[in-house]
Each structure stands twice: as structure tokens, then as C-alpha cells.
């Protein structure tokens, strides 16, 4: 039976983007990030909205409009679609998993 902290990625240069279920209007995918953070000339801005769940260890997220807000394990927020946000930062002792619902 698959799990979500199976092989999860050291180390990484950039984060792993791993798709875990497909279905017409909705995307279900495991982030793992080590560091990593969006640049802030290039934020995320989806046409569709976004469902996350932080699963392990810590991360920040800023949403235009909104500020930053720093994550823990069992944090989880929906970000609207046009909504601007990058993640600021993700922690460096380890990976940080996410659970990312994408729909429409």
C-alpha cells in the first residue's frame, strides 16, 4: 500500500512535485520542500484553487492581501484561485511535506 512518507527526498536542490491523483476538475499531489522557497519575482497566481495541508516539519506562506503565516504539522488553508502567495521559507533539518488538493 502506498504511502506519503515513503522515499521521501534529501537534500534536494528544488522541491518534488509528486502527482498522487488525477480525476476531470481535480489534482491531489505530495510536495516535499528542504529549503526551498518561491522567488519573490515569480509568485504562484493559479487559475485554480488550492487546498493545503502541511504533514511535516515547517514552512511559511505569504498570500497577497494577507501577509505571511508561518506552518506546522496539521496547518492547512485553501488558497483561492488569482490568489498571488510563494512560500517564504521551509525548514533546513529536514523535509517538509505538503498535501496539495488543486480544483476547480
Excluded: C
Excluded at 50 to 69: D, F, K, Q, T
Amino acid at each position: 500500500m502506498p504511502n506519503l512518507f515513503e522515499n521521501l527526498p534529501l537534500h534536494i536542490p528544488e522541491e518534488e512535485f509528486k502527482e498522487l491523483l488525477s480525476r476531470p476538475g481535480v489534482r491531489i499531489e505530495r510536495i516535499v520542500s528542504n529549503g526551498q522557497s518561491t522567488p519573490v519575482d515569480a509568485p504562484y497566481n493559479q487559475a485554480h484553487d488550492e487546498w493545503v495541508l502541511l504533514l511535516h516539519g515547517s514552512a511559511s506562506l505569504w498570500i497577497g492581501g494577507e501577509g505571511e503565516r508561518d506552518l506546522g504539522p496539521g496547518d492547512y488553508l485553501l488558497i483561492p484561485a488569482h490568489s498571488v502567495h510563494r512560500v517564504t521559507k521551509t525548514a533546513t533539518n529536514g523535509p517538509t511535506v505538503w498535501l496539495a488538493i488543486h480544483f476547480r
